[in-house]
């Protein structure tokens, strides 16, 4: 993953246990880097150890840490280093979920080694839609969950989350109904 990531991880330690907290979930990590270059490429396996370490310092269980950094990531991290970005996205939550498919491919213009998820969309209403989850990554569901949440947040739209078929327990991939 890109060094943003991994930043805005620290960026959320930070800002919810302070300085101290994130240098003990460096250290339970055993992550020796001192800071991480945003458009750096660092090995997926480094974020893993920070979400575990955070999990294990707080007590909190990595599917809440996972949710709570969805959440961080759209609110903080995008809005401020990416807003042009997010706001041609779509002026509602819902044109935004339906443009998701493409967000990538703007974001790969800047992150050119990216490798992230793909986004499909079915099944879509005035009122919901069926968003296909296709990632390489595994154990990213609350994230997910997280950055959806986020974004009914940042259009101020309540937005119900249905996970309907799990990776993790054997699907071909994550499906959720988003109703709002």
Sequence with gaps: MYGMVNKAVEEMVVTAHGEAAWLEVKRRAGVTEE?????????????YRLVTAASEMTGTPPEKILHA????WVLNTAQK???ALMASGGKTAGAFLANLPHFHDRVALIYPKLAPPRFEITDRTDRSLRLHYLS????????MEGLLSGLG?????PLQVTLEAAKAAGADHDIFLVQW
Excluded: C, Q, V, W
């Design 69 to 72: 950094f969805g959440e961080h």
């Design 153 to 157: 947040k940042m259009f101020d739209t």
């Design 35 to 47: 800071i991480f270059i945003s458009n750096e490429g660092y090995p997926d396996e480094i974020t």
């Design 136 to 143: 390489h990554r595994p154990g990213l569901t609350a994230f």
């Design 81 to 83: 280093g990416y807003g």
